[in-house]
């Protein structure tokens, strides 16, 4: 690729390198993600705030390098010092914080340019990022679907090169669920490994913060930048991180993999599965040793993932929800108002699952090294449901594209999705590849191995050429 043409999807390294050697300059990559910006975000509408003048900080830690002058989107749920965050939502339309979240503080200190806050479901609370205060998303691969949420700005972002990478939030599967649809990378790292300060909270127990790029060495990149323990955040995991690139490139070969079936799986599209099939004997060519187990047992994990999920967003939203109802969009209202139901009981018996899964799935990983099933059980809905039945066509599709993500927001394990190809309609399908607690380095090494393998990732949505 001649980097002077089409700077703006190039990947991290690339970038750098055509810095470095001086036939790329800085303001060239700016500028050439603003012009993305300008000719598709009025049709895509990814962001709710662009930023001007984007500028570089200057990198200040020599770890975070790799990030300088790389253009970043923010989704609009982490604070921004100066910039609007608006969450998606009424309440906090014209709110301006006073400091960044630490994740954006990590960002800048790397020299990392904010392209602007990424759209995002109201609240993090749907995956649809069908937001009724700052309009809808669009799917970048055909504008008549959702790009998935609640990161879905995020993720339409970086397919289309406003952003070479972006910063998401992932709680049922905010992040993987938007990368599968729009064809892009998207890592959950484990519970605790990057800090939620400075984050608008959906649920204090399972939100995460991860990376979205087109690339899962660009992800690995974000992720080295990001993780880390933070004192001040109670839930932050005093865990050493790896190097998330040392070993990166050395495959598979030996793997223990494990293949997901069962009834809760079959009741997938066979589109998908077929595709998911064809990813499990790519890993069977790198050398990985393949068994098939039956993981229907998650489908309780998914189920206490969404009790938890609208409860802990009724209790910290509660004095909103108690004054101004009518603020919240109407499928948000309904989650929220369905979670202040929930008795203790039922709340007690999810955490009692929670805890159980946990066990479960670690003595699960002293017998295999990954996990392959689907990000998500379909390709792409239509946005069109939201017209007719808004409230109920949302609320629905949040059970439905959370089956599979969800377990590991309630477990807390690392979980990437990757683009392991198409449907028959050319929309992007998602490969979810899951680990030990905190083996994000395994499944980052097992997704570049697949990536490289197969160049899935290195398609681009025909807008994005137009």
């Known amino acids: 690729m001649d980097c002077m043409d089409a700077p703006h999807l190039l990947s991290i390294e690339e970038a750098s390198a055509a810095i470095r050697d001086g036939t790329l300059s800085s303001r060239a990559l700016a500028e050439a993600c603003s012009r993305q910006i300008e000719r598709l975000n009025p049709a895509l509408n990814a962001f709710i705030t662009v930023c001007d003048n984007v500028i570089a900080s200057g990198a200040k830690h020599r770890v975070a390098m790799t990030l300088e002058n790389m253009p970043i989107a923010i989704k609009d749920l982490f604070e921004t010092k100066g910039i609007r965050t608006t969450v998606g939502s009424l309440f906090f339309k014209d709110y301006i914080p006073d400091e960044d979240a630490v994740a954006v503080q990590k960002v800048k200190a790397a020299g990392a340019v904010v392209m602007g806050k990424t759209n995002t479901h109201e609240i993090a609370l749907g995956v649809t990022t069908v937001n009724p205060h700052f309009g809808t998303c669009h799917n970048p691969w055909d504008t008549a679907r959702v790009p998935g949420g609640s990161s879905g700005g995020s993720a339409v972002a970086v397919a289309t090169g406003m952003s070479l990478v972006a910063l998401g939030t992932d709680t049922g599967g905010s992040i993987r669920i938007p990368a599968s649809l729009c064809g892009v990378v998207g890592l959950k790292p484990a519970f605790g490994r990057v800090s939620t300060r400075g984050v608008f909270p959906l649920s204090w127990n399972l939100d995460h913060v991860g990376p979205l790029a087109r690339s899962v060495r660009d992800a690995a990149i974000l992720l080295q930048v990001i993780a880390g323990y933070d004192s001040d955040d109670p839930t932050s995991a005093n865990v050493p991180v790896d190097d998330y690139l040392s070993a990166i490139e050395e495959g598979v070969k030996g793997w223990r993999v494990a293949y997901a079936t069962g009834g809760y799986f079959d009741e997938a599209d066979p589109e998908v599965l077929d595709t998911i099939q064809n990813a ?79 066990r479960r799935l670690g003595k699960f990983f002293e017998q295999y090294d990954i996990l392959l099933l689907p990000t998500t059980p379909i390709p792409a809905p239509f946005i069109e449901g939201n017209e007719s039945t808004p409230k109920e066509y949302a609320v629905e599709q949040a059970r439905r594209l959370t089956r599979f993500t969800a377990p590991f927001n309630l477990t807390g394990l690392p979980a990437i999705s990757i683009p392991c190809g198409f449907s028959k309609d050319g929309l992007p399908i998602g490969l979810q590849i899951v680990s030990w607690e905190w083996g994000e380095a395994s499944v980052l090494r097992a997704a570049r191995s697949y990536e490289h393998e197969t160049g899935w990732g290195a398609r681009r949505p025909p807008i994005v050429e137009e």
């Open 280 to 358: 499990m004997k790519v890993f069977e060519e790198l050398g990985a040793k393949i068994e098939k187990v039956d993981m229907s047992f998650l489908r309780e994990a998914a189920l206490a993932n969404s009790l938890m999920t609208p409860a802990d967003g009724a209790a910290f939203h509660r004095e909103r929800l108690a004054e101004h109802p009518e603020w919240f969009g109407a499928d948000v209202r309904q989650r929220l108002e369905t979670g202040r139901n929930f008795t203790s009981t039922e709340y007690i018996l999810a955490r009692r699952t929670q805890t159980e899964m946990k």
